[in-house]
């Protein structure tokens, strides 16, 4: 059974960190392509970062509004994909999802608050 499992979110202080973690089973692990979205109330779901092992180097892309705050990572030996949210800010508050393959995570809330 496809299952992917996240944690890390939270209410933090605009300036403040959190790390979202999303543990996927082994079958679906195996996945090149891993990224994080997010949707904000009222708003379309956007892509926030994403990481690609498809040339066996994880290579990442991430949105301007995140670049140098966010960091997307993945642990093959604990099939654990991260996201480090640094200097969060209040537009970062929205509910964030993990994606694996076609694989969604059930979301986890960051509430960023000035």
């Known amino acids: 059974q496809v299952q992917l499992v996240e944690s890390g979110g939270g209410l933090v202080q605009a300036g403040g960190s959190l790390r979202l973690s999303c543990v996927a089973s082994a079958s679906i692990f195996r996945n090149k392509l891993m990224a994080w979205h997010r949707q904000a109330p009222g708003q379309e779901r956007e892509l926030v970062a994403r990481i690609s092992t498809i040339t066996g180097f994880g290579s990442t892309w991430y949105r301007d509004s995140v670049k140098d705050r966010f960091t997307i990572s993945r642990d093959n030996a604990k099939n654990t994909l991260y996201l480090q949210m640094d200097n969060l800010k209040p537009e970062d508050t929205a509910m964030y999802y993990c994606?694996?393959?076609?694989?969604w995570g059930q979301g986890t809330q960051v509430t960023v608050s000035s």
């Open positions: 994606l694996i393959g076609n694989n």
